[in-house]
């Protein structure tokens, strides 16, 4: 585990390109359900994430009271929850469009055959 949490520091914009990449895929798969499934899955991991960092950044010794939970983190959360939102719609979106143009090219117009 010690591994993967030292990667994951160091590169922090893979998680996000890989949820992305996944959102975008599945959505091609299964359609919109799966917006109805990710977007409220991940929401609760960036809040459950942020809180239990500023939390444990609570619990250190020698706490100068920064960061805390207060007003203006429930807007940074709000403000993120909103910002993974759209990317999740977006990357859907782009899924739909990208497979609208793949399916367009590769069947047939309607009825006309493959004679």
């Not at 585990?1 to 996944?22: Q, R, S």
């Not at 994430?49 to 960061?67: F, I, K």
């Not at 990317?87 to 309607?110: D, G, K, Q």
């Amino acid at each position: 585990m010690l591994i993967i949490d030292e990667f994951i520091g160091n590169h922090p914009w893979f998680v996000f390109i890989t949820l992305m990449l996944a959102n975008g895929w599945l959505c091609h798969r299964y359609g919109a359900r799966v917006l109805l499934l990710t977007i409220p899955v991940v929401s609760a991991l960036i809040i459950g994430c942020n809180l239990a960092w500023v939390q444990s950044e609570m619990d250190r010794p020698g706490y100068n009271g920064q960061p805390d939970r207060d007003i203006v983190f429930a807007v940074g959360q709000l403000l993120c929850v909103i910002h993974v939102t759209t990317a999740l719609s977006l990357s859907c979106f782009f899924a739909w469009v990208i497979a609208a143009l793949f399916r367009s090219r590769t069947e047939p117009p309607a009825g006309e055959s493959e004679d």
